[in-house]
């Protein structure tokens, strides 16, 4: 393998969660829901079998003449959703505003695995927008039913039934958000500005100094010179020491000049638990680099954290050959990074510009896309940085990466079955039953 190849997988592991994935088998839940943030309103829609929310939960299939209305029913279901699934934008409680409500009759239809006839309601609602917000807390508290005979046969031992994994849009573009009993808030932050990003300023610590007493050491060459040329009897010449002493001793302080001490080690400008905090903040800056869609903006969030020939690879390595691979395959994307353990060594008590080493054990959350189903994904890695002062800023100069792991998300433990995602993709194409 090529070196351009090795560092390629080395990146790939670091920016992006695998892009392998499990096959699950198939449910149909008949809960669907799909979110939208645009300029004047964060949109909500639910497509869900009408026995699953209790507001329609009256309704009969072969009862076709007397379907309940947005105007019978509106307040009732806002009220529910405002209970169950509120939001908060920018910390303040916003309530929903209906806008439809459709009823669709699904006859012989699948729900977990058995056929039957029920009406499956789509609504529409959604939360007005004044300015755009710096934070959206969502919470989701709508979930699958589950029937008297359980789940056990219908899903993986790994699968949430419950769970809603979902793709968001927002201004256009798609990010990943994650519902389930255990968590049920998802709390959106908007993008920060590429100016704002982090950045590790080198604060130069003074080379250690001595005060150098210039006029005492003149004052006592002076004496000394005249000593030497004078003829002066021995009990004048104790005089004069004695007077040139004292005017020494009274300017030590008043004429001295600071010398570096050579001799000395030079201060380290950070102390290791600053080091280990300070390359924390820039590995945060290279994932959420990928965040930004315009190239620009990309290479100059890595540029805050990431030196050199390195900053080079990783953009071109990892943005042109990974975070483009949208069209027709697979989309991966990072949803959270999560320090386990950092600890930095320098490399040179001596140099400090030598920077740092840095052992780091980390997990990304992330979530990958294909065939318009969505699969969460964790991996943990465990590798050797080195941090180092570049110009007036500190960044990361090289990476080791030791060992990935991917974990099930929800032990969170070692998973070693894995497969080509684009048979998952095949299995589940057929599951959304929305029409």
């Known amino acids: 393998m090529s070196r351009s190849s090795r560092t390629l997988l080395v990146f790939a592991a670091l920016v992006l969660p695998a892009l392998s994935a499990r096959a699950h088998k198939p449910l149909q839940t008949n809960l669907y829901l799909d979110i939208e943030l645009t300029e004047t309103a964060l949109q909500y829609e639910l497509w869900i079998g009408s026995f699953l929310f209790p507001p329609l939960d009256d309704i009969e299939f072969a009862d076709k003449e007397n379907r309940p209305t947005l105007e019978e029913r509106g307040e009732a279901i806002a009220a529910h959703i405002d209970q169950h699934c509120p939001v908060k934008i920018d910390g303040l409680h916003v309530k929903p505003v209906m806008d439809s409500l459709v009823h669709k009759d699904m006859e012989q239809a699948f729900h977990l695995g058995e056929l039957t006839d029920f009406v499956m309601a789509r609504m529409k609602w959604h939360y007005p927008v004044k300015a755009k917000p710096e934070q959206i807390s969502m919470t989701w508290g709508v979930w699958l039913q589950e029937p008297d005979y359980g789940f056990e046969g219908l899903v993986d031992p790994d699968q949430d039934p419950k769970e809603l994994d979902l793709i968001i849009t927002v201004y256009g573009k798609q990010e990943y958000a994650r519902f389930a009993p255990s968590e049920p808030e998802f709390v959106w932050h908007a993008k920060v500005d590429v100016d704002d990003l982090f950045v590790a300023d080198v604060n130069p610590i003074p080379d250690p100094v001595f005060p150098l007493p210039v006029g005492s050491i003149l004052i006592g060459a002076a004496g000394v010179g005249i000593l030497l040329v004078s003829k002066i009897p021995k009990m004048g010449r104790l005089g004069i020491v004695a007077v040139a ?110 920077g740092y080493s840095i052992d780091c054990r980390w997990r990304v959350h992330g979530f990958v896309k294909h065939y318009e189903h969505v699969h969460t994904r964790v991996n943990e890695y465990e590798a050797r940085y080195t941090m180092a002062p570049r110009g007036d800023r500190w960044k990361i100069t090289n990476v080791t990466v030791n060992e990935q792991t991917r974990l099930d998300p929800k032990t969170l433990k070692p998973v070693n079955d894995v497969i080509d995602p684009e048979s998952e993709g095949a299995a589940d194409a057929s599951v959304d039953q929305r029409g």
Do not use: C
């Not at 000395?264 to 300070?278: F, H, S």
């Not at 924390?280 to 959420?288: E, S």
């Not at 620009?296 to 990974?322: C, H, N, P, R």
């Open 245 to 354: 002493a004292v005017a020494a001793f009274l300017t030590t302080n008043v004429m001295s000049v600071d010398v570096p001490k050579f001799w000395a080690p030079k201060a380290p400008t950070l102390q290791p638990q600053a080091a280990a905090e300070t390359f924390v903040k820039l590995q945060q800056n290279v994932y959420r680099a990928f965040d930004y869609e315009n190239e620009e903006d990309i290479y100059d969030a890595l540029a805050q954290s990431v030196d050199g020939v390195l900053l080079d690879k990783i953009y071109t390595e990892i943005y042109q050959s990974l975070i483009l691979r949208d069209e027709g395959g697979a989309v991966s994307k990072v949803q959270k990074v999560h320090v386990l353990d950092g600890n930095a060594e320098a490399i040179d008590e001596n140099d400090p510009d030598a």
